[in-house]
């Protein structure tokens, strides 16, 4: 009985960790791989453009609930990044192959 306790707790502690594991990657990990692929984009335009994040969208176009990064890229002055959403920005995420996004 005392080894199939014993699995039991390496069972639950397999379990915490692989949850902390994920819980790091998705709050911290994730975004930074999200900025730093719309930064990509956004260094295309120039080097003083900068990547915005200006909140959460939903595709209404799929019918899903999943929310996704509404990114933005926004010039900045040479010493100092953007850090609003102007008329200047352009919008880099979501389906923005359609006209107005």
């Not at 260094?43 to 996704?68: E, F, K, L, M």
């Not at 926004?74 to 919008?91: F, L, N, Q, R, V």
């Amino acid at each position: 009985m005392k080894e199939a306790t014993g699995e039991l707790n390496m069972t639950v502690v397999t379990l915490i960790a692989v949850a902390a594991l994920g819980a790091l990657f998705y709050f911290v990990v994730w975004p930074m791989v999200q900025r730093m692929v719309v930064q990509q984009t956004c260094n295309t335009y120039g080097t003083n453009w900068n990547a915005i994040r200006a909140g959460n969208s939903t595709d209404a176009t799929t019918n899903s609930s999943a929310t996704v990064g509404d990114w933005y890229c926004c010039p900045g002055e040479a010493d100092a990044p953007a850090t609003s959403i102007t008329d200047a920005c352009i919008h880099a995420s979501g389906n923005s192959d359609v006209e107005g996004n």
